[in-house]
């Protein structure tokens, strides 16, 4: 190792290039102070709405529709979709954050109550009635509910369509087993036997895609059963909580028999990739329970077996099925909420609630359009669609309007303590009983501290 | 004497042909012993590569047969093409995206944990010691302290839905473990390396430059290959940065097909399978270099 | 160090001009790292110090509450922070020495100097550079109580069949197994670390009629300490930090049996809320890992081995 050096151009080269480092270290340093953020956009020329969606399948026809016929009418504003994904809650709770929320956001149920009590999304009802409409009247109040929040007035989310969760069947699976088809009559009872007869003749599938690692504690899945035998989670001021009434109780132990006496759910754990989607799609399961959307879905992949829809089964006392849907909502940050107002408002027309159901994305949630002649287009499968309409009516939204600090049924203590209970009784950790008497003193602890 | 000697010669050279024999035969056992682990545990290993190949040129329904096909029941080759020029995706745009945030961050990191490295090698200077140990201690900090704080940080100077969140980081410091893994390759160089240079007049800058960067390519390699891995997979950076669809990077874009509204999983791993093939190929090439550029084991001479 | 450093200055009040050149040189080349530490890492690290002694839903400004998180940890089961610390520990104490061992073992078989092992290495890496979503579907599909490719092979061979993820009791063990997959990176540090084992040394041990397994329990396993060491600091720290999967796979489940640590701060600070007690947790975690590494770095003079002192 020999080098000689002397003062070579090159020598020069890395000086400068060491200079370069440095100072461009101490000027992005130095620039965080000096560069605002966004410059705020001009006046008329060009504005610009951005909108935050998840950008899945079947939310981009929606978004990408809405956009088409607002910038055919608006050819002044710019609306840009911009895409979080992943886990949105991250996303967007890291937004909210800094202050940097969209103009529109897609929302779901998840997001309303943390999102309206803290007054990030705006009411929309206040916005359409400025305008001298009426866009929330024709609409299923029971879809409405999931941008609602009690004790708060106003509507917070443009539903994307009336999703309430039914019954996709694998009518082949059913045939061959000579169990009865489905109707929309049936009660769960009905239900269980056709499942009994199906997994005698085949054995290695269940016959309810409810279960595995998640899902089985989805609200939309128990929480009708506690209403379906005449109970409900919570006393209507959100003071009391009544998971362990004797009418509730009798509504889980008819959910948690499902896995324990009759054995027609998955097993808790027993994922097939792709949850209850690839369970059904891939015929090791009979039915799968979720909302319309998924017909798109099904049609595109479902190649070797026919299915059809049927209204999710009835209760003894009560006949309920969850809703959910996501929808879009304006933020506090927007600085043109008219105009956003404008662009989604279109979602609740009923040329854009045809588009989704021709598409097979959703079923229209306006109440003029039950009988929209667009039903009688539709090419099967779904031979049964209209059991979305039927089936629709007895939708129920989960009690939102508990104390933000106790969390909700979709997060937080409370969705912790309900998913645990649920879970040491199918596992037969607990009784149920036990189960949720001990989740109903968690619950009531944290209502009792909060206010 | 001499008796002496040519028997002990006589006896050595029968007992080596014997041990020779006798290791011949031991080594073909032993190259059929390793031959064997690591075909099984290459098997295991290849696994799920392979499945991700078999999926790809499977139908959308066959894709989620469970339990799965091996050998897809129709060749669906077009699912490449469909994937790749999918209405939804722009993933020539994302692949350009990845491709220049992976150069800038792999420029970033190799010049400022090369030069940082240096200073903590090979000067002495106060503070030293506390800087390094800081250095190495920001390692241990689990990331989801610092998002939020440096997420509003980020926004407030305007770095949201840009590359720079992403890129400029890796310009200071370029990653505790970088600067580790190449100070203790320089450690290691000896240090009359640097007298020389000194009596004749260098600088510690054309030091840096001139001498351990070329004797350091190994490490260099490792430290790359390391970087451009972990830049090319991210997936939790690009997610809360960027939220613009023309910002989108190859493992943020490949995403999109793996919503819960339905999955398109034969197109997710169609493209997986595209992203993955330029880093097996770096990794097949440059191993050789690459394995002799980390040094652990203290200072050799 | 520090000592020697004190006394030197003591001896020499006066600083030279070399001092002073070497500590503005030495400042600039570790500029970028400084820069970057502060802005990047201290930085928010203090914002979220402050932040771990507030009520902070991210919605609403942080209201000061003392050290009220920092007791809620502890005296609050259902926030379950001890349970999911315990199933991390579990989780560490089990899988860094098994990952350890196997790297090491892969290693040493890589390093036979044979045809194909460029092949072969590369195959043993190749799942760090997959993308976890294709392993996390061949894990369902290996796993899968009912229908599962190893349940069905060993109820083909007549053995008894595992529960795997979907019992509490077998969940966290068979994650452990699965933490295998990924020995690539540490496979090729200790590769690395190997080769560096002088030949001469083999040669001496040879001579004197050693066989492998006291060649490689007398010579190289010493003269690997630095790495080992290196990779179980690396390794202690990765898995305290271990998420991905288990978010992916069984979201804490069955029963909590694999509610990492990592899991339950990010459930605490996105889907809870509750950001003032994430950051309580994540500086609880940063303590813990600190502390261990303290230790370890302690240990280190007892059983690493350097060759040539400085």
């Known amino acids: 190792m020999n080098h000689r050096f002397r003062r070579t151009p090159f020598s020069r080269q890395v000086h400068v290039c060491f200079?370069?480092?440095?100072?461009?270290?101490?000027?992005?340093?130095?620039?965080?102070?000096?560069?605002?953020?966004?410059?705020?956009?001009?006046?008329?020329?060009?504005?610009?709405?951005?909108?935050?969606?998840?950008?899945?399948?079947?939310?981009?026809?929606?978004?990408?529709?809405?956009?088409?016929?607002?910038?055919?009418?608006?050819?002044?504003?710019?609306?840009?979709?911009?895409?979080?994904?992943?886990?949105?809650?991250?996303?967007?709770?890291?937004?909210?954050?800094?202050?940097?929320?969209?103009?529109?956001?897609?929302?779901?149920?998840?997001?309303?109550?943390?999102?309206?009590?803290?007054?990030?999304?705006?009411?929309?009802?206040?916005?359409?009635?400025?305008?001298?409409?009426?866009?929330?009247?024709?609409?299923?109040?029971?879809?409405?509910?999931?941008?609602?929040?009690?004790?708060?007035?106003?509507?917070?989310?443009?539903?994307?369509?009336?999703?309430?969760?039914?019954?996709?069947?694998?009518?082949?699976?059913?045939?061959?087993?000579?169990?009865?088809?489905?109707?929309?009559?049936?009660?769960?009872?009905?239900?269980?036997?056709?499942?009994?007869?199906?997994?005698?003749?085949?054995?290695?599938?269940?016959?309810?895609?409810?279960?595995?690692?998640?899902?089985?504690?989805?609200?939309?899945?128990?929480?009708?059963?506690?209403?379906?035998?005449?109970?409900?989670?919570?006393?209507?001021?959100?003071?009391?909580?009544?998971?362990?009434?004797?009418?509730?109780?009798?509504?889980?132990?008819?959910?948690?028999?499902?896995?324990?006496?009759?054995?027609?759910?998955?097993?808790?754990?027993?994922?097939?990739?792709?949850?209850?989607?690839?369970?059904?799609?891939?015929?090791?399961?009979?039915?799968?329970?979720?909302?319309?959307?998924?017909m798109k879905t099904f049609r595109e992949q479902i190649t070797d077996f026919d299915w059809d829809v049927a209204v999710t089964p009835s209760h003894p006392i009560a006949h309920a099925t969850g809703m959910g849907t996501f929808g879009y909502g304006i933020t506090k940050d927007s600085a043109h909420p008219d105009l956003a107002w404008e662009l989604i408002k279109v979602l609740a027309s009923k040329e854009i609630q045809g588009q989704i159901l021709r598409g097979y994305g959703g079923m229209p949630f306006l109440k003029s359009m039950a009988d929209d002649p667009i039903f009688d287009e539709l090419e099967p499968p779904p031979a049964n669609v209209k059991a979305f309409i039927r089936g629709g009516g007895v939708g129920i939204f989960p009690p939102m309007g508990y104390p933000s600090k106790c969390g909700s049924l979709y997060a937080g203590l409370i969705n912790q303590t309900i998913r645990t209970a649920l879970e040491e009784s199918i596992r037969g950790a607990k009784t149920v009983e036990q189960a949720f008497v001990d989740a109903d003193a968690e619950i009531q602890a944290c209502l009792d501290t909060a206010e | 004497m001499s008796t002496l000697t040519g028997s002990v010669t006589q006896a050595a050279q029968s007992s080596a042909s014997h041990y020779r024999r006798l290791r011949q035969r031991n080594r073909r056992l032993h190259a059929v012993i390793v031959y064997g682990l690591l075909a099984v545990a290459s098997f295991v290993f290849i696994m799920p590569f392979v499945w991700m190949l078999l999926t790809a040129i499977k139908s959308a329904q066959e894709a989620v047969y469970f339990p799965p096909t091996i050998i897809p029941r129709e060749l669906h080759l077009s699912n490449f093409v469909e994937a790749w020029t999918h209405e939804r995706m722009q993933f020539p745009l994302w692949t350009w995206n990845t491709v220049y945030i992976s150069a800038v961050v792999l420029v970033g990191v190799l010049l400022s944990s090369s030069l940082c490295a240096y200073g903590f090698a090979r000067i002495r200077f106060p503070g030293r010691d506390f800087w390094f140990l800081a250095t190495i201690a920001s390692v241990m900090l689990p990331p989801q302290v610092t998002l939020i704080p440096l997420y509003v940080f980020f926004f407030k100077i305007g770095w949201l839905n840009t590359f720079h969140p992403l890129t400029i980081p890796a310009w200071f410091g370029g990653g505790a473990l970088n600067i580790f893994l190449l100070r203790q390759f320089f450690l290691q160089l000896p240090a009359e390396l640097e007298d020389a240079a000194y009596i004749d007049g260098a600088s510690r800058l054309q030091i840096w430059w001139r001498i351990f960067l070329p004797l350091s390519l190994p490490a260099l390699l490792t430290v790359a290959i390391f970087t451009f891995q972990g830049t090319w997979n991210d997936f939790f950076g690009p997610l809360i940065y960027l939220t613009g669809r023309d910002k989108y990077t190859l493992a943020l874009g490949m995403n999109l097909f793996n919503s819960q509204y339905g999955a398109e999983i034969h197109y997710m791993m169609a493209i997986a399978f595209l992203m993955t093939i330029p880093m097996i190929v770096v990794f097949f090439v440059a191993q050789r270099y690459f394995v002799g550029g980390i040094v652990l084991t203290g200072v050799n001479r | 160090m520090s000592v020697q450093s004190t006394q030197i200055k003591a001896a020499r009040p006066r600083h030279g001009r070399q001092y002073w050149r070497d500590a503005v040189q030495g400042y600039l080349f570790i500029m970028p790292v400084v820069l970057g530490l502060v802005l990047f890492v201290f930085g928010p690290m203090l914002v979220s110090l402050y932040l771990s002694f507030t009520e902070y839903s991210v919605l609403q400004s942080p209201i000061f509450i003392g050290f009220r998180n920092y007791v809620d940890m502890f005296t609050r089961p259902q926030l379950r922070v001890l349970q999911s610390l315990r199933v991390t520990v579990v989780f560490a104490l089990f899988s860094v020495p098994l990952t350890l061992a196997a790297a090491l073992a892969a290693a040493v078989l890589i390093n036979q100097k044979l045809r194909g092992m460029r092949f072969f290495r590369t195959a043993l890496y190749l799942p760090t550079v997959v993308p976890m979503v294709a392993t996390v579907f061949v894990w369902g599909w290996l796993l899968n109580p009912q229908k599962g490719l190893i349940n069905a092979t060993l109820q083909f061979l007549g053995l008894p069949t595992g529960s795997w993820l979907s019992e509490p009791g077998t969940a966290l063990p068979t994650l452990i197994a699965l933490s295998l997959w990924g020995i690539g990176p540490t496979m090729i540090i200790f590769l690395a670390g190997l080769q560096g084992v002088p030949e001469s040394l083999y040669e001496a041990a040879k001579i004197d009629g050693a066989n492998n397994w006291r060649l490689f329990w007398n010579i190289t396993l010493p003269q690997i300490t630095p790495t080992i060491f290196f990779v179980l600091i690396t390794g202690l720290i990765g898995t305290f930090q271990y998420f991905v999967p288990a978010f992916i796979l069984t979201q804490g489940g069955p029963l909590y049996a694999t509610y990492f640590y990592n899991l339950n701060l990010y459930e605490k600070a996105f889907r809870w809320q509750f950001m003032g007690l994430a950051s309580a947790m994540a500086w609880l975690m940063f303590a813990i890992i600190l502390v261990l590494t303290l230790i370890l770095f302690r240990s280190s003079d007892a059983w690493v081995f350097y060759e040539v002192k400085k």
Do not use: R
């Open chain 1, 19 to 294: 200079a370069l480092v440095c100072i461009l270290s101490v000027v992005l340093s130095g620039c965080v102070a000096a560069q605002p953020g966004a410059a705020p956009a001009a006046e008329d020329e060009s504005i610009e709405l951005t909108w935050l969606d998840v950008c899945a399948p079947i939310t981009t026809p929606i978004t990408d529709a809405l956009v088409e016929k607002f910038e055919a009418t608006h050819p002044n504003v710019k609306v840009t979709i911009e895409c979080s994904q992943g886990d949105y809650a991250e996303g967007i709770f890291a937004k909210a954050a800094a202050g940097n929320l969209p103009d529109v956001m897609f929302s779901a149920d998840l997001f309303t109550v943390p999102f309206v009590e803290n007054g990030v999304l705006v009411n929309l009802e206040a916005l359409s009635e400025a305008e001298g409409a009426n866009t929330f009247e024709d609409i299923y109040p029971n879809i409405l509910g999931l941008g609602q929040v009690v004790g708060t007035p106003g509507t917070y989310m443009i539903p994307a369509s009336w999703d309430s969760v039914q019954m996709y069947y694998n009518k082949d699976m059913f045939a061959a087993a000579g169990a009865p088809m489905p109707t929309d009559d049936w009660s769960w009872d009905d239900l269980i036997s056709a499942c009994q007869t199906i997994q005698e003749a085949n054995e290695n599938v269940d016959c309810i895609s409810i279960g595995g690692s998640s899902g089985w504690d989805w609200w939309a899945y128990f929480i009708p059963w506690i209403v379906g035998y005449g109970g409900k989670p919570v006393s209507d001021d959100f003071k009391t909580s009544t998971f362990s009434s004797p009418e509730s109780l009798a509504g889980i132990q008819a959910y948690v028999d499902l896995w324990t006496q009759y054995d027609v759910m998955m097993p808790l754990g027993a994922d097939i990739p792709g949850g209850g989607q690839g369970c059904f799609e891939s015929q090791n399961c009979a039915t799968f329970f979720h909302i319309p959307g998924f």
